[in-house]
Structures are given as structure tokens and as C-alpha cells.
């Protein structure tokens, strides 16, 4: 926790932020006693920077420029001077447009909301997947093909359909698969798919006779139907905005930057943190912990399905991000999320 700065640093802290936001060079003293409304001199304005310098909220790039924010005096800025904007109308418009309506499906909403997220802040929009233990078995139905494959059609909450093509150790005929369908759809709709794969498991270790010998075979064909995935991914959306930010713009750093956002790895394991967040969470610099994002901000925020975290979303810029129009952002287009993925 930074220690609480006196107004006139915290007034000349701040603007030196918004404006170093908006143009990107570095701030001098007589920039700033132009833009003040403190009455103080330049010398003064001088003094009071070698302080917040001192202190580690500024910092000057070279000798004779001016002086540009730190992580720290991001993090006072974000915390402490930040006025909370709205989100223009316009723009909750355009959002709501896109991520409410009650006919589309999940994964076209989650691209939705990241193409929306880097078109409104002109940087990269990444939007978790829902996690699949929010799944919901409705339905599942067989159809055969050939060469000892079956079709599984799961109807999953409400009005998601997911298709997958398994592989099974012998032909199995509509009618026999038919069967299997309705013992498992009996038994087993209305479980979410996460723990459906052990209950599944576990029950066939409890049959014994001729009729759970069919249960049996229900089981073998729909192991893999309801086997989960390993890791939660994303989509990402505007990467090459990243390009147009000058303090990105060194090549090693863009080709390691770009790297992690193909491995996905080290941004899963960022946003995992982010899950049991309340509302909008900042990670400026290095406080993120990944040195490739280390002259980057990732503003998050987590949505929900039916009450449940199901994943988060994001911008990643430049430290120097309008943090004003950003945090708005994220925030709006998770609550629009969450109201599009509704399942009832």
C-alpha cells in the first residue's frame, strides 16, 4: 500500500498520468504548471516531482526529458485519483446488441465479447471459455456411423448442442443405441458433465446382473462423450493493436509478448486468479508476475452463469491505457455476458 501523498503531489501526480496517457512522452515541470490550477511555480512543481520521484511513483526515462509514470504511481493513480466514468451509451449499445439476444449460442457470444472488448479499446480483448463444470446434461442421443464410430449429440443447458465423434470398440445399431441413450438420459439428466464422468464410473461398479450389463454398455460408449477437457482455453481478439503502441513496439518484446498469448499458459494462470475477483481487477506492470508483461496493464473481471463464476475477460495494453474508458468497459461487457448466458 502506497503511503497517502498531500494534495499537491497527488493533483500534480495525476495530471502527469493523463497526460502521459494521452500522448505517450514525457511530462516536464513547465508542461505541468501550464496544466495546474495550483497557482505554484514551475520551480515548485520541480520539487514536488524530485519527491514523488524519490518516492517511486515517477521516474525520468533520460537526463534531460521529463518524467513518466511508474508501475507505483500507476497503481495510486488507478486506486486513489481515478474518477469512475460511465460507460457512454453509445458504446453499452453496441454491447448489448451483440450479447443479448436470447439465439445465440455460448461460444458466439464469448467471440463476441472479445472482438468487442479490442474494437472498443483499440487493444486486445481475451475471453475465457465457460468452465465445464457449469455444464448441464439435458439430453444425449447416439446415431451410428461407420467404421465402429458413434455420434453423441449432448444437449446441454437449455439450448447448447455439442457433437462429438467417438470411437468404439465394436458397430452398435441405431436401436441398440437408442437404448443406451434412454438409460443414460433417465439416470443422468440434469447432472453437470464435470462430476457426470465419475458418477458414470462409479455406478457401473455396482452392476451386477443382465440389466446393468446394458448400463454397462451405455457407459463404455459415452466415457468419452463426457470426458473433460484438461484445461480451460480463451479467445483473443485485436492482438496486432499491440503493434501501434511505441512502448511496445521493440521487436524481442512483441515476438515474447505474442508467444505467451499463443501458449496461452501463463494468461490461463493469470485469470485464474482473477475467478474469485469481485468485479474489475488490475494488474499494472509486474505486478502481474509474467516479465513479457511487464510494460503491460490486464484489466479483468469475472462472469457468471446461473450465479456461478464460468470465466473471465479482459483488455491488455500498454500501461499507459485510458484506464477511465477501459475499467468501464470490462465491467459492462461482463455483466452483458452474464445476462446473455442466462440458461433459463
Not at 451509451?89 to 458466439?108: G, H, I, K
Not at 437404448?179 to 462430476?195: D, F, K, P, S, V
Request: proline fraction near 4%; charged fraction near 25%.
Amino acid at each position: 500500500m502506497s503511503k497517502t501523498l498531500e494534495p499537491r503531489a497527488a493533483e500534480l501526480l495525476k495530471l502527469l498520468v493523463e497526460r502521459y496517457i494521452h500522448d505517450g512522452q514525457p511530462v516536464g515541470s513547465r508542461t505541468l504548471s501550464r496544466m495546474a490550477s495550483l497557482g505554484v511555480s514551475p520551480a515548485t512543481i520541480r520539487n514536488v516531482m524530485a519527491d514523488l520521484d524519490e518516492l517511486g511513483f515517477v521516474a525520468s526515462p533520460h537526463t534531460s526529458a521529463g518524467r513518466v509514470p511508474t508501475t507505483r504511481g500507476y497503481r495510486y493513480f488507478v486506486d486513489s485519483l481515478l474518477a469512475p466514468e460511465s460507460l457512454p451509451q453509445e458504446v453499452y449499445a453496441s454491447l448489448a446488441d451483440e450479447l443479448l439476444p436470447r439465439d445465440r449460442a455460448p461460444e458466439n457470444l464469448v467471440q463476441a465479447a472479445s472482438t468487442l472488448l479490442s474494437s472498443l479499446s483499440h487493444m486486445a480483448g481475451v475471453v475465457t471459455v465457460p468452465r465445464r463444470n457449469l455444464a448441464v446434461l439435458r439430453r444425449i442421443e447416439f446415431l451410428p456411423l461407420s467404421d465402429r464410430r458413434v455420434l453423441a449429440i449432448l444437449v446441454v443447458n437449455q439450448r447448447e448442442v455439442q457433437n462429438r465423434i467417438l470411437n468404439v470398440d465394436r458397430d452398435y445399431g441405431a436401436d441398440e443405441l437408442e437404448r443406451l441413450a434412454n438409460i443414460l438420459n433417465e439416470r443422468y439428466a440434469g447432472r453437470e458433465l464435470a462430476g457426470l464422468r465419475r458418477a458414470l464410473q462409479d455406478d457401473v461398479m455396482d452392476a451386477q446382473n443382465r440389466v446393468n450389463q446394458t448400463l454397462r454398455d451405455a457407459v463404455a460408449v459415452a466415457d468419452q462423450a463426457f470426458a473433460a477437457d484438461e484445461q480451460q482455453d480463451y479467445v483473443l481478439a485485436g492482438g496486432a493493436n499491440l503493434l501501434g503502441f511505441s512502448e511496445l513496439a521493440d521487436v524481442q518484446r512483441l515476438r515474447q509478448l505474442f508467444d505467451a498469448l499463443d501458449r496461452k499458459r501463463d494468461l490461463l494462470n493469470l485469470f485464474d486468479q482473477c475467478l474469485g475477483a469481485q468485479g474489475v481487477q488490475i494488474f499494472i506492470g509486474d505486478e502481474s508476475g509474467y516479465r513479457v508483461l511487464d510494460e503491460c496493464s490486464v484489466v479483468t473481471s469475472p462472469y457468471y452463469v446461473d450465479g456461478q463464476v464460468a470465466g473471465v475477460l479482459g483488455v491488455i495494453g500498454p500501461t499507459r491505457m485510458a484506464y477511465h474508458r477501459i475499467i468501464p468497459l470490462v465491467s459492462e461487457t461482463a455483466k452483458l455476458l452474464t445476462q446473455g448466458l442466462k440458461t433459463e
